[in-house]
Structure formats: structure tokens, C-alpha cells
């Protein structure tokens, strides 16, 4: 694993106990991005931007978040933040899963797919997404790109926050964007060459 | 405007909602090398299963599965690498199967960087793993690998790559699988496997059809318009292949464009 950076251009990626991160990490040094571990409030002005992973249950990772007393200095953060699966889903005001409270920087709500034959859940695999704002986030990714989605609940569509939009179902938020709080619901680190494009963007940002 | 008539086509039966079938080559692996003979023109080392594999990615694979078939005490630390080694240079999922008996196994596999895991013999011989690896990993963590061979008129779930037989029917081993907590299942055909007569499209269909869970189609694949067929005749979730993919019978990006002239789901 590499070393913090110390600024730089940074990603620092908040620590919190919520799931693997190895691939993240390997992609993050495949793609020459700097990047280091958020496990205190000390440690965020190492970075210039940060990202909030996140697989398995939402209730329990916000759970788990909170524990960290990080909480505060997250939702105050001014720095670029992407939130990434349940990281992102963190980023809204309430989950069905778990029937949880979150962070609330979107005021936007995390909802279950409906299951079905034709309609399974989770909804595992490649899906379209498409940009519905202009931002540097989604720069040389084309609308309807393919990402890597694992998920059985989803962010709601919303005008206002909805950056992506990809339709399983129902429409709902691929990705959401609010001043410098950015959400995906798909795995970059794991979404082939586009998936590589957005990281990068992001570090870029 | 492509991308919007692209849309309007994609009938729920053709790919749901814009949710791409996918397409995935099986490795399997042997103490780090790959062990089924590899025809590729450009690799340096088919041996190599990381080569390999980012060879496939750049391809157009939507995802990899891993077979370590390592017979050794030193098992779960040479699949422990291999997970490693794929992680850090491959950008799309992959599944690691072979020998995974126990919580310890998947924990090490998980941290490694593997994004699902393939359980076959043990999840038979104890099903509750299926529960306990579901509750600590996630239902999408783990995958059901299920070898079916029919005897008589039925179904019958089969141990050690088909040659052993189980007191389990088939389609009510996977309900249960289903209903303890696997994610998706893999469903190889040991009739159809090694044949190239295409996949086992009747079982595959009645499977699709009683589960809410992805499917994926493996056994039987030796022509294009065999992974047209299984499709379009059982809607399931994904087609998995070995040798047609390996020894370039099939090329992914040639197979991809034939899929998506038939209308079904797919990422070019």
C-alpha cells in the first residue's frame, strides 16, 4: 500500500470499518493517483480530495461511521468527497435498509428495489448510465457507458442532485453531485476503462 | 439517439432495463498457472492467469471465474496471491472458486480483493454455510456453483466435477441455496459440458424461471449462436465459457456484435 501523500492532490479515503478496499487502492496506483487512510479528524488536511467507500448493509455502516466521531468534519468538508456504493448511499437522509438515518447532505432518500422475476435484485451487473448535467466528473465518458453496478437499494431520482441517471426497474440516481459532494452507485474501481476515466476525473477536480 | 432507440428495443426479455447480459471466460487454475491448454496469439506467458485475464478484460469480458483446483496444504495462500495478483491489475469482477470451505477461506479471499466468491461441494455437504457466509459477506459476495447431470428424468446435483453423484434434486437444491442466501448461482451442465452443442437451455429456463437471483448459463457453449440461443430461449443473467474463449473458437468482441444484432443487451 502506498504512503500517504501529504496533500498533493491526494485522495484520502475515510476508514470507518465498512467493507474491502483493496481494489479501490490497486486502482487508485495503477491509475498513478495518490492516496491515503482517513482514521481521524488530523488526518483530512493531508488530502485535497476524499473518497467515502462503503459496501453491505447501510444501517450499519452509518452505524459504524458514526462511531468514528468523524461525522461532523464529513458533512462540513468543502474539499471534493465522493462517496462510492454505500458510501454514496451514506451521503442521503434516510435508508429503507435498516430504516436509518444518514448524513443528510443530500435531502434525497435511499429506497429497495421492488423484486421480481424479471426484476432481480440485487441488481448485479452492467448497466447504462446517462449524464444528465455538465460536470468535469463524467469528462471523455460517453452517455450510455456501462458501469458495474451491485446494489438492492437505490438513491431516488431527484432533479436537483441526480448527475446520472440509469433505469433498472425504475429511473433512479447513478451518480449525484451537490457543490462539492459527489455519490456514484456503481463501482469505478471495477467498471473497466470508463470506471478508470472517472477516478481520474475525480482526482482532477 | 442511438442510445435512446437502444432503449426503446430493450424489451425486459432482451436485457432488463438497459442491464447487459454478460459474457464471462473461466480460468482454471492450477498452483498459480493456468492449466487448460491457451491459444491466444499475443501472450507472452499463457500460463500466466493475470496476463491472461487482463487480456480478456481489454477483450471486452464483462467478468472472470477463477477455478484454483491446487490439491495442496498451501491452498488457500497461493489463491490468496492469485486474488492479489488479479486485483491489482484488472478492472472488472471477477469470482475465485475451488476449495472454499469455510468462513476463514472467504474472509481471506474478500480482503484480497476478490468480488465474489464460488462455493460448490461444501455448500452441499453443509448448507448453513451458505447462511453464515451471507450474513458475515453479503448475499452478493456469494455465489452457488451447481454441477447437474441428469439421471432418469431427473435433475441431480453432482460432486467433484460431475463424477459423484448427490441424493439432491436439482432445481430444489438451488431454491434452497436461493433461500439461504446465495446471490447468484452458476449452473454447469456436466451433460452438455465438453459437447459443444450448445448449453442446457430447457434446465437453464425452469431454473431462470423459479429464482429472483442472476443465473449464470455454463456448460455446452460452441458457437456463437449458442449464446444467441441460451439468451434469447432462458433470459438468464450471464453465459460462461472456457475453451471456445481460450483457444480463440470465439472472440468476445466478434460474439458481443452478434448479440447486440439480435437485439439482446450487451456493453461493446
Redesign the interface.
Given at each position: 500500500m502506498a504512503p500517504p501523500s501529504g496533500g498533493g492532490g491526494g485522495v484520502g479515503i475515510i476508514r470507518y470499518g465498512a467493507g474491502n478496499i483493496f481494489s479501490l487502492t490497486a486502482a487508485l496506483e495503477r491509475l498513478g493517483i495518490p492516496y491515503g487512510m482517513i482514521n481521524s479528524e488530523a488526518d483530512f488536511e493531508k488530502f485535497d480530495r476524499y473518497i467515502i467507500p462503503g459496501v453491505g448493509h447501510a444501517g450499519a455502516a452509518m452505524h459504524k461511521l458514526e462511531q468514528t466521531g468523524l461525522v461532523p468534519t464529513i458533512k462540513a468538508l468543502t474539499k471534493p468527497t465522493l462517496g462510492i456504493c454505500v458510501g454514496m448511499q451514506l451521503l442521503t437522509s434516510y435508508s429503507e435498509e435498516g430504516d436509518s438515518d444518514l448524513l443528510s447532505i443530500f435531502p434525497i432518500k435511499t429506497l429497495k428495489f421492488k423484486e421480481s422475476n424479471t426484476y432481480k435484485v440485487p441488481h448485479t451487473g452492467w448497466n447504462q448510465i446517462f449524464p444528465e448535467k455538465e460536470n468535469p466528473l463524467f469528462k471523455n465518458i460517453p452517455s450510455g457507458s456501462h458501469f458495474y453496478f451491485v446494489h438492492s437499494y437505490f438513491i431516488e431520482y431527484d432533479k436537483a442532485y441526480t448527475l446520472s441517471s440509469a433505469t433498472y426497474n425504475n429511473e433512479f440516481s447513478a451518480s449525484i453531485w451537490h457543490d462539492n459532494f459527489y455519490g456514484v452507485q456503481f463501482h469505478p474501481e471495477k467498471s473497466g476503462v470508463y470506471g478508470e476515466t472517472l477516478l481520474t476525473n475525480f482526482s482532477k477536480l | 439517439m442511438d442510445?435512446i432507440n437502444?432503449?426503446i428495443k430493450s424489451t425486459?426479455f432482451r436485457g432488463?432495463?438497459?442491464?447487459?447480459k454478460?459474457i464471462i471466460p473461466c480460468l482454471d487454475v492450477k498452483e498459480g498457472r493456468t492449466v487448460k491448454g491457451v491459444n491466444f496469439v499475443d501472450l507472452r506467458d499463457a500460463g500466466d492467469p493475470v496476463e491472461l485475464a487482463w487480456n480478456y478484460?481489454r477483450q471486452g469480458a464483462?467478468e472472470l471465474v477463477f477455478l484454483d483446483i491446487t490439491a495442496t496444504v498451501e491452498r488457500r495462500k497461493t489463491m490468496v496471491e492469485l486474488v492479489?495478483s488479479v486485483?491489482?491489475?484488472i478492472?472488472?469482477?471477477f469470482t475465485i472458486g475451488g476449495g472454499i470451505n469455510e468462513i476463514a477461506d472467504a474472509d481471506a479471499l474478500?480482503?484480497?480483493?476478490a468480488?465474489k466468491i464460488s462455493i460448490n461441494s461444501a455448500a452441499v455437504r453443509n448448507p448453513a454455510l451458505i447462511d453464515e457466509l451471507a450474513k458475515a459477506f453479503?448475499?452478493?459476495f456469494v455465489v452457488i456453483a451447481v454441477d447437474t447431470r441428469s439421471i432418469g428424468n431427473k435433475n441431480i446435483v453432482h460432486l467433484n466435477g460431475g463424477r459423484l453423484p448427490t441424493e439432491r434434486e436439482t432445481l430444489e437444491w438451488i431454491l434452497e441455496a436461493e433461500s439461504r442466501g446465495a446471490?447468484?448461482i452458476l449452473l454447469t451442465s456436466m451433460d452438455h459440458d465438453g459437447t459443444k452443442n450448445g448449453f442446457d437451455n430447457g434446465l437453464l429456463k425452469i431454473v431462470n424461471?423459479a429464482?429472483?437471483?442472476?443465473v449464470i448459463a455454463s456448460g455446452g457453449a460452441g458457437a456463437v449462436q449458442h449464446f444467441v440461443d441460451v439468451f434469447e430461449k432462458t433470459n438468464v443473467?450471464?453465459a460462461l465459457a472456457a475453451s471456445v474463449f481460450h483457444y480463440g473458437e470465439i472472440l468476445i468482441p466478434d460474439l458481443k456484435a452478434v448479440l447486440k444484432s439480435n437485439n439482446i443487451e450487451v456493453?461493446i
Open positions: - | 442510445q437502444t432503449q425486459p432488463r432495463g438497459g442491464l447487459s454478460r478484460s464483462d492479489k486485483a491489482r491489475q478492472n472488472i469482477p474478500l480482503n484480497a480483493g468480488d453479503g448475499v452478493q446471490g447468484e424461471d429464482v429472483h437471483i442472476p443473467d450471464a456493453r
